[in-house]
């Protein structure tokens, strides 16, 4: 097994970053709250007792058929991002669950493991961007949809904005733990 990196930050999203009607939506982390450890399963994740909006059982809840529960971005990829777009891009603001410290910018698709008391396998598939995050990083209102806002929404794709993790099992993450690949 390849060592990822290690967690160094957990969080909930307790309600939607993008609220409001589709054409007036604006990104607002407002929601996001840092956990001192996540309950991830298949339905999604729990931490310090808050249901997070993409599990499955949350009354307003954003899961996609079970795809979306549970989200990892690395902290290269802010760096990344940092470089390219701001320093407003602070570690935590993409809305993931879980944030690895690693200095590798690789893809992070398919199996990895969380090394923890329950050994929590998941696999990975790069999240796609959405136009409300990539104004968010261009520093643009509603509604703007141009060249610009287009071109960073392509360049967010492929594992720029995180990953989508699934598992079949349920376990504890805490900051400290290790992911590896499979």
Do not use: W
């Amino acid at each position: 097994m390849e060592l990822i990196g290690r967690v160094i930050r957990l969080q909930v999203q307790r309600s939607r970053l993008k609220p409001g009607p589709a054409t007036t939506r604006v990104y607002d982390p407002a929601p996001l709250r840092e956990v001192s450890e996540l309950e991830i399963g298949p339905r999604g994740v729990v931490g310090d007792d808050i249901l997070d909006v993409h599990h499955a059982d949350h009354p307003d809840t954003r899961n996609n058929q079970l795809r979306n529960g549970v989200s990892l971005m690395t902290v290269s990829r802010y760096r990344a991002l940092r470089r390219l777009y701001g320093s407003h891009l602070l570690d935590g603001i993409a809305g993931e669950s879980v944030l690895i410290d690693t200095q590798h910018l690789e893809d992070l698709s398919g199996p990895l493991s969380f090394a923890t008391d329950d050994a929590i396998h998941v696999t990975s598939e790069p999240a796609p961007p959405c136009v409300e995050f990539s104004r968010f990083v261009l520093g643009r209102g509603a509604g703007d949809v141009g060249p610009e806002v287009m071109a960073t929404l392509e360049a967010l794709g492929g594992g720029a904005r995180g990953y989508y993790l699934q598992t079949t099992g349920t376990g504890r993450v805490r900051p400290g733990h290790l992911l590896y690949r499979r």
